[in-house]
């Protein structure tokens, strides 16, 4: 972070770590300026993830919660009762939700729409531009579309993320050029935020130039600098306001 002149970040939950939060919670609590964090919402049938989300939010100072709809039991919807719950819980307590739709906005895109309807005001983060590749045909163009067309719920946002996984090609992926001209189109620069995708970044790109490929792709639409400011920070501090503090 401070090679590449990041002053933040908001540190997601690995999955790897399942619904243990002490490595991350320990890592808050020791850099409370610099990082603020993003719990995995536990799905388990019995509804003890939804104590879970309320105390790493009231108890740890978590401000954001993810989504994943892969963690769900088999056969299962993020729209179930027990979704429902957290994703009105989160909007109670005033916590992002991130979708993680790793495997195609399209299995979940329903989903995802329903829980925005009924909770609107439940802010919803759209992981690493909802897995949507440059279309370059038919189905890749409707997906997007329909990616596009969330943004008619003001309270969707986009993250321009994980450059490495959307792209076609490699470093400095310019390809998704495209994508950051109609997501931006589509939700104003306000509703669109950088992620780095790291650790998975490094031996990609690495943590530095996945951000510089940012600057370089918004060249390529082109951005306004008061844009870019947005889309490297701005949003996310507007979106969780007093998270990052001065140390």
Request: hydrophobic fraction near 40%; charge should be neutral; proline fraction near 6%.
């Amino acid at each position: 972070m401070e090679e590449a002149g990041v002053d933040g970040a908001l540190i997601v939950q690995p999955i790897n770590h399942k619904f243990d939060h002490s490595l991350l919670t320990s890592v808050l609590k020791k850099y409370p300026s610099k990082f603020v964090g993003c719990c995995l919402a536990n799905p388990a049938e019995d509804g003890s993830g939804i104590k879970q989300l309320q105390d790493l939010i009231l108890k740890d100072g978590y401000r954001a919660v993810r989504f994943n709809p892969y963690v769900w039991p088999s056969g299962q919807k993020m729209t179930n009762k027990v979704g429902k719950a957290m994703f009105s819980k989160a909007g109670e307590l005033g916590a992002p939700v991130g979708f993680m739709c790793m495997k195609g906005l399209n299995l979940h895109i329903s989903e995802i729409e329903e829980l925005c309807s009924e909770f609107p005001s439940t802010v919803v983060l759209l992981d690493h531009v909802a897995f949507c590749k440059p279309p370059i045909n038919e189905e890749e163009r409707m997906i997007f579309s329909r990616l596009l067309e969330l943004s008619k719920f003001p309270q969707v946002y986009v993250k321009f993320s994980a450059l490495f996984r959307v792209s076609r090609e490699q470093f400095p992926y310019e390809d998704t050029s495209l994508l950051l001209s109609e997501v931006v189109s589509s939700y104003g620069v306000n509703r669109v935020m950088w992620g780095s995708d790291f650790p998975f970044v490094v031996p990609e790109c690495g943590y530095k130039k996945g951000k510089e490929a940012v600057a370089h792709i918004a060249g390529k639409i082109p951005l306004q600098s008061s844009d870019l400011e947005w889309l490297m920070g701005k949003s996310l501090m507007e979106l969780l306001p007093g998270s990052w503090v001065a140390s």
